[in-house]
Antibody, heavy 121, light 108 residues
Framework: EVQLLESGGGLVQPGGSLRLSCAASGFTFSSNSMSWVRQAPGKGLEWVSIISGSGATISYADSLRGRFTISRDNSKNTLFLQMHSLRAEDTAVYYC??????????????WGQGMLVTVSS | EIVLTQSPGTLSLSPGERATLSCRASQSVNSNYLAWYQQKPGQAPRLLIYGASSRATGIPDRFSGSGSGTDFTLTISRLEPEDFAVYYCQQSTVSSWTFGQGTKVEIK
């Protein structure tokens, strides 16, 4: 059974930093691209970033590039999102999501339960 | 960046009725790269449709997707009580993914 478990969220002051983790199990982690998607309170889904299985290819949403860094540790089956210079508008539930296997039309077939990040003084 | 616009914002229907949700792209999208998700309050999104028209594993056949180019549609043939939720379309390119703003299907 595929499981994605986020951790590391919480309350942080504006300008602060936070690192989210997503522990994966139930599939061959290193073979799948992984992504972060966020959802501000009462709002829609916003794609944040994606990283290939090897970690060699990374993309970010234009609005977030430079403040957020995605990475992964395939030896520990864990995905990370390092966030810097956090702003109130970064307040959201952050989901990690697994991209389907290569060769399948791209989409996210499994999602974590989400982790709330609140940026406030 | 490709912008996806979903309509209507809210759809008020009764159980048993047919729901038709629209997703329009600001430029042509490869049909293989268009997906639909369902999200219920307090839950993570769930994949419904990928490749514009293929149902994900375990998705009932009352859900269907269609479309090409810039216009895509999600149809729920007969609404069940558990189908009242928010629905998002999503597209991807080599380096960018975007979601529509969502359509809420609510009980009339």
């Amino acid at each position: 059974e595929v499981q994605l478990l986020e951790s590391g969220g919480g309350l942080v002051q504006p300008g602060g930093s936070l690192r989210l983790s997503c522990a994966a199990s139930g599939f061959t982690f290193s073979s799948n691209s992984m992504s972060w998607v966020r959802q501000a309170p009462g709002k829609g889904l916003e794609w944040v970033s994606i990283i290939s299985g090897s970690g060699a290819t990374i993309s970010y949403a234009d609005s977030l590039r430079g403040r957020f860094t995605i990475s992964r540790d395939n030896s520990k089956n864990t995905l990370f999102l390092q966030m810097h210079s956090l702003r109130a508008e970064d307040t959201a539930v952050y989901y990690c999501a697994k991209k389907v296997a290569p060769g399948t039309p791209p989409c996210f077939d499994y999602w974590g339960q989400g982790m709330l990040v609140t940026v406030s003084s | 960046e490709i912008v996806l616009t979903q309509s209507p914002g809210t759809l008020s229907l009764s159980p048993g009725e047919r729901a038709t949700l629209s997703c329009r792209a600001s430029q042509s999208v490869n049909s293989n790269y268009l997906a639909w998700y369902q999200q219920k309050p307090g839950q993570a999104p769930r994949l419904l449709i990928y490749g514009a028209s293929s149902r994900a594993t375990g998705i009932p056949d009352r859900f269907s997707g269609s479309g090409s180019g810039t216009d895509f549609t999600l149809t729920i043939s007969r609404l069940e009580p558990e189908d009242f939720a928010v629905y998002y379309c999503q597209q991807s390119t080599v380096s960018s993914w975007t979601f529509g703003q969502g359509t809420k299907v609510e009980i009339k």
